[in-house]
């Protein structure tokens, strides 16, 4: 699928974005080795996300989506309980999603039959001896393809021992496999993290009994004495959705853009923190509580920018953000920096070299860091043919340097966006209505 885009002369409005799509993945994970039914309001139905929803029920997990009347899609879903879990008849696969297979990973590595993980071409390249490696410290028997690096994992669940593990990556998915490996395991885990990530594992297991504890840096959690409690929940809108827009309005010369109800977490707010650094004129207001997160409504207003410098802690609150970031500083002028990056080159693509690669083709000036970019910005962008890669993070962030540029952008394989947000062409179709965006719109409306 490509998408051609022009900038239109306003951009205003207001955007539901999608559901979490990391809380989306936990609200069912979790829920499916708790004992009884949930209902979770506002859970993202996106590639990623129906890959967890279906190897939990290769795993005997019993589930259902409607969409409940103007409440966003609705999940109900029957754990059966901390000993439920039975073994899949076929392999699991999560397709192009490695929350499914590094949190299945330690929730299976703890379940006492055979379990087999892999995932697209993409996935299959992505590193998984961090993970191997502290389960099998636990005790459990793993292995992978390529010395253990890579999927297809194979796993024998057992009996598992809790260890003090120093993560040597910041990583919310390696620490929360070990979290959900340790909730079956003997006695305590601790997990050392060198930077503070995303929290949302451990906010959840706590609002379903678990005994979670610790400080930033240090999280540990003891073994599960009952079942976990089932947690009936509405999912925070995305913030790496929400980030798309920000950008988009903070650098159009005309814009106002409304982004209600979105999840503020400060582990996962950088976006927000480095756009005001940068001088955006962005509110956060109606701050409020859902679901055991925070949540806020955002406004974003046309912007005169200032380059900025990314790196050290901040860099896990935001490492999804930095392709559409990257977009903003291109069009920022002065050197913006982003350093202690090189995570981005084990996501969905190699993201350093194709954010370079693909921004340049619409007149960027972005060098290529080994951890991370330096942008130059330039006055502006000029509409070209660029592609996805297959990520859909640089689809989306291309759609929106597409809003921005001068004459048509085109992007191939814009279909990716499905991943984490399904309606991201509809919803940029509808937001530059007054200028002229072509192509197939798709995805639902989520009001
Ligand atoms: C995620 C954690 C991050 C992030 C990914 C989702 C999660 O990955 O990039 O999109 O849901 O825990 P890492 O934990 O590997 O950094």
């Not at 290769?58 to 899609?73: D, I, N, T």
């Not at 400060?266 to 940068?278: E, F, K, Q, S, Y």
């Not at 050290?312 to 050197?335: N, Q």
């Not at 000029?382 to 993070?393: E, I, L, V």
């Amino acid at each position: 699928m490509k998408q051609c885009i022009r900038s239109p002369s306003r951009l205003r409005g207001t955007v539901v974005v999608p559901g979490d799509k990391s809380i989306s993945h936990r609200a069912a994970i979790l829920n499916a080795i708790a004992l009884g039914p949930a209902r979770v309001e506002n859970f993202l139905v996106g590639e990623d996300t129906r890959a967890t929803l279906d190897c939990l029920q290769a795993l005997g997990v019993g589930w259902s989506l409607e969409e409940a009347g103007g409440r966003g899609p609705t999940l109900s879903i029957h754990g059966p309980g901390r000993v439920g879990l039975r073994e899949s008849e076929d392999v699991l696969d999560a397709r192009n999603s490695g929350t499914t297979v590094r949190l299945l990973a330690g929730v299976l590595a703890a379940h006492p039959f055979l379990s087999v993980l892999t995932g697209d071409s993409s996935l299959r390249s992505r590193p998984m001896g961090r993970v191997v490696g502290p389960l099998r410290e636990m005790g459990a028997q793993v292995w992978g393809r390529g010395g253990d690096a890579y999927p297809p994992l194979a796993i024998r669940g057992g009996a598992l021992r809790g260890i003090h593990y120093r993560m040597p990556v910041a990583s919310a998915q390696v620490k929360s496999a070990l979290l959900l490996a340790g909730l079956f395991a003997r006695g305590g885990t601790a997990v050392e993290e060198p930077a503070p990530t995303r929290d949302h594992t451990e906010r959840m297991l706590r609002a379903m009994g678990a005994r979670v504890s610790g400080e930033a840096g240090l999280v540990c959690i003891e073994p599960l004495e009952g079942e976990l409690v089932p947690l009936d929940l509405r999912v925070p809108g995305d913030i790496s959705a929400a980030a798309f827009w920000m950008v988009a309005a903070a650098l159009h010369p005309d814009a106002e853009l409304h982004l209600p109800g979105v999840g503020v977490n400060p582990t996962r707010a950088g976006i927000i923190d480095v756009l005001r650094t940068m001088g955006a004129d962005l509110d956060v207001t109606e701050e409020r509580e859902q679901g055991g997160e925070p949540v806020a409504d955002i406004t974003v207003r046309s912007s005169q920018l200032a380059p900025v410098e990314v790196s050290g802690d901040l860099v896990p609150r935001l490492i999804d953000e930095i392709p559409v970031l990257a977009v903003a500083a291109a069009l920022t002028p002065g050197r913006s920096v982003v350093r202690d990056a090189a995570e981005l080159r084990v996501k969905e693509s190699d993201r350093i070299v194709t954010t370079c690669r693909e921004l340049r083709r619409l007149g960027a000036r972005v060098e290529e860091l080994p951890d991370g970019l330096a942008i130059d910005g330039v006055q502006f962008l000029r509409g070209a043919r660029c592609q996805s890669h297959g990520d859909h993070r640089l689809a989306m962030a291309l759609g929106v340097a597409g809003l921005l540029a001068r004459g048509e952008t085109v992007v191939e394989g814009a279909g990716a966006a499905e991943v984490s947000y399904p309606g991201f062409w509809h919803d940029l179709g509808w937001l530059a209505s007054s200028g002229q965006v072509k192509g197939v719109a798709r995805g639902g409306d989520r009001t």
